[in-house]
């Protein structure tokens, strides 16, 4: 076996060694029984909250204790498939090995970024907004091309993604969207993304080919469940109803169906057009204004717990958190963590791991991080 594979077999088992201690493993084989045993009982379902939350930690139990035997038996596969390869002298077989070992040593290292995911609601679903900043069709495109890329993101998760909202722009793009996307820690990966986002290029939009800088915003929070309580009424809040948009045809929504309510006191607003019911899209954005005004209850908390933590998780439209350039060279740059890429189109294409496992490390470990120079 090479030294490279056999540094990179090391790291792996310590890897899985610190994944097991994390879960504390034979503790976690024993709850995980009695979750089984409880979910076989059933008068469970009497009480369906406390149902859920019970069927909620037994499936992370069961992922996470699924995930690293599964590490820990293709590891021990694969190095027998690099001994068997060698002394038959097959180079194909130690070679196929020797890539599935490298793939585990990233799949490893994302595994220990998950345990990180303890908050409140990591584990929830999330809601994702996109808002093109000042700029036209300039910043509306660069808004749908941020739609896109978290959108290929959740995908290769094989996260379920849907559409609760989106304006068009005049031209191109778009001017809003609203998203949710449904998966395991989804919330608990996404949750460092709020911020804008800068975009500079070689306008398409522009005759004389001159480079621009656009921006849009990207606001995430957490689905909330029925074991998280927010009290808000419909006398906190203005509920209006409109059109929804679309492209138009023989299907276009011609009556007022789309719902945004808007909470007074701290002027949060929220929108759904994703039904074709007025009563159900209403329905859709009240979640949606708890689920906001959760997330601000979770801002607070951490502002409340330090104030660097306060600046780092500061979340509102002129904090710039990662600027994209595609002219007149090709960088995209973390500002908070300095994680750099110098392919734009792979990142714009949903490869946004890297650059989200630097920001929860950073968040998590409590590190100030490397003051980082903005991009021209």
């Not at 097991?20 to 979750?35: C, E, I, P, S, V």
């Not at 369906?48 to 820990?72: F, T, Y």
């Amino acid at each position: 076996m090479r030294a490279e594979t056999e540094n990179l077999v090391e790291e792996i088992k310590q890897g899985i060694t610190l994944l097991r201690r994390h879960f504390d493993w034979d503790q976690a084989l024993k709850r995980l029984d009695y979750l089984n045993m409880r979910a076989e009982d059933g008068a469970l379902w009497n009480d369906p909250i406390e149902a859920q939350k019970l069927m909620r930690e037994r499936q992370g139990l069961e992922d996470g204790i699924k995930s690293v035997s599964g590490l820990g038996q293709a590891l021990e596969d694969n190095i027998g498939l690099i001994e068997l390869g060698e002394e038959e002298g097959d180079k194909s077989v130690v070679a196929e090995a020797e890539a599935a070992i490298r793939s585990m040593a990233g799949e490893v290292k994302a595994r220990q970024i998950e345990t990180l995911l303890s908050g409140e609601a990591d584990s929830n679903d999330t809601y994702l907004e996109v808002h093109a900043g000042a700029g036209g069709t300039e910043s509306q495109d660069w808004a749908n091309m941020l739609l896109r890329m978290y959108t290929r993101w959740a995908e290769r998760r094989r996260f379920k993604v849907e559409v609760l909202e989106i304006h068009d722009g005049e031209e191109a793009g778009i001017k809003s969207a609203t998203l949710l996307i449904k998966g395991h820690n989804a919330y608990g990966w996404m949750k460092t993304e709020s911020g804008v986002h800068r975009l500079v290029r070689i306008s398409p939009y522009d005759s004389n080919a001159r480079r621009h800088t656009s921006f849009a915003s990207i606001w995430v929070y957490p689905v909330i469940d029925d074991s998280i309580e927010i009290d808000v009424s419909e006398s906190d809040v203005r509920i209006d109803t409109y059109r929804s948009s679309g492209s138009g045809g023989q299907h276009v929504n011609t009556t007022d169906s789309a719902v945004r309510i808007t909470h007074l006191a701290t002027g949060i607003a929220v929108a759904c057009q994703a039904e074709r019911s007025q009563h159900k899209n209403k329905a859709k954005a009240w979640e949606m204004l708890r689920s906001r005004l959760y997330e601000e209850e979770l801002k607070k908390r951490e502002a409340a717990a330090s104030a660097t933590e306060a600046s780092k998780s500061d979340i509102g439209w002129g904090h710039q958190i990662r600027s994209y350039v595609l002219q007149p060279y090709q960088l995209v740059k973390d500002l908070r963590t300095g994680v750099e890429s110098t392919a734009p189109q792979d990142v714009l294409d949903g490869e946004l791991d890297e650059f989200m496992e630097a920001a929860l490390s950073q968040r998590i470990d409590g590190g100030a991080g490397q003051a980082v120079e903005d991009i021209d």
